[in-house]
């Protein structure tokens, strides 16, 4: 399961939400929160909304910290969404095309970021898809901590000192299958997914971002302003570099 967060445009107002991709169609991406709230009213639950706001509530960051249990209800409302769409489509409302919303960082407030060095990025500074990089680029994976001391699962990453750049997708069910491809102009670097297989994060807190160790890639001339492609099975960021790159000191 990929969890995210999107926004989009409805009549006068934006809604943000907690979405996962469908996993039938991954173009598209089910909104839990208001699939959850429908489902319990056509139950008969009387406080539908309510409630829903408990089981799966509308931001990645408090079903983190919910817990496995909340995960749990989420994988349910995913196998409810897949049945609805087998049996007749779901509506635009439930499950918009991902194409139509922005795709933000999978968690745009972290409690913490975290290097693995234990030393702190800033949780404010946080960019998604489309982000800016200050810096040379650095991609890596992060694990994210959910209630009770575990990781919830991976996402793409890049220190981008002082904050960091998160992809859209948390992905839960990791395989390890593929590589990590950096594209930079017509250069190339590529490292495997199980690079990071055998790693563990320290104690994570509930809904914390941990970076993983980056990989040793050969260096890349980085052009300012030129663009950057961030390559994997989870997804492809598209970044830039910003005009005026600030280069890591040697210590």
């Known amino acids: 399961m990929r969890l995210g967060t999107a926004s989009w445009a409805e009549g006068p107002t934006e809604r943000r939400a907690l979405v996962a991709q469908l996993p039938s169609d991954p173009s598209r991406v089910v909104d839990l929160n208001?699939?959850?709230?429908?489902?319990l009213a056509k139950l008969g639950e009387g406080r539908a909304e309510a409630?829903?706001?408990?089981?799966?509530?509308?931001?990645?960051?408090?079903?983190?910290?919910?817990?496995?249990?909340?995960?749990n209800r989420a994988r349910q409302v995913v196998a409810y969404a897949e049945k609805w769409q087998g049996r007749?489509?779901?509506?635009?409302?439930?499950?918009p095309r991902a194409a139509a919303v922005d795709l933000l960082p999978c968690l745009p407030r972290p409690a913490?970021?975290?290097?693995?060095?234990?030393?702190?990025?800033?949780?404010?500074?946080?960019?998604?898809?489309?982000g800016v990089l200050a810096q040379p680029?650095?991609?890596?994976?992060?694990?994210?901590?959910?209630?009770?001391?575990?990781?919830?699962?991976?996402?793409?990453a890049l220190d981008n000192a002082p904050g960091v750049?998160?992809?859209?997708?948390?992905?839960?069910?990791?395989?390890?299958?593929?590589?990590?491809?950096?594209?930079?102009?017509t250069r190339r670097r590529r490292?495997?997914?199980?690079?990071?297989?055998?790693?563990?994060?320290?104690?994570?807190?509930?809904?914390e971002v941990i970076?993983?160790?980056?990989?040793?890639?050969?260096?890349?001339?980085?052009?300012p302003g030129g663009e950057v492609r961030i390559a994997s099975p989870l997804e492809t960021l598209a970044l830039r570099l910003a005009e005026t790159l600030v280069h890591p000191t040697v210590q």
């Open 137 to 156: 680029p650095v991609p890596t994976l992060a694990w994210v901590g959910l209630s009770g001391g575990a990781a919830a699962g991976c996402c793409l």
């Open 88 to 95: 007749q489509g779901l509506p635009e409302a439930l499950a």
């Open 51 to 71: 409630l829903a706001a408990e089981l799966v509530p509308p931001s990645l960051r408090q079903l983190l910290e919910g817990g496995i249990r909340a995960v």
């Open 191 to 207: 490292v495997p997914l199980d690079t990071w297989r055998d790693l563990e994060p320290r104690e994570p807190r509930p809904a």
């Open 34 to 39: 208001r699939l959850e709230r429908l489902r």
């Open 112 to 130: 913490a970021v975290r290097r693995w060095d234990g030393t702190f990025l800033d949780h404010l500074a946080v960019q998604g898809p489309g």
């Open 211 to 223: 970076l993983a160790p980056p990989p040793h890639f050969r260096a890349v001339p980085a052009q």
């Open 165 to 185: 750049v998160l992809g859209a997708w948390l992905d839960l069910d990791m395989d390890w299958a593929g590589a990590l491809e950096m594209g930079l102009g």
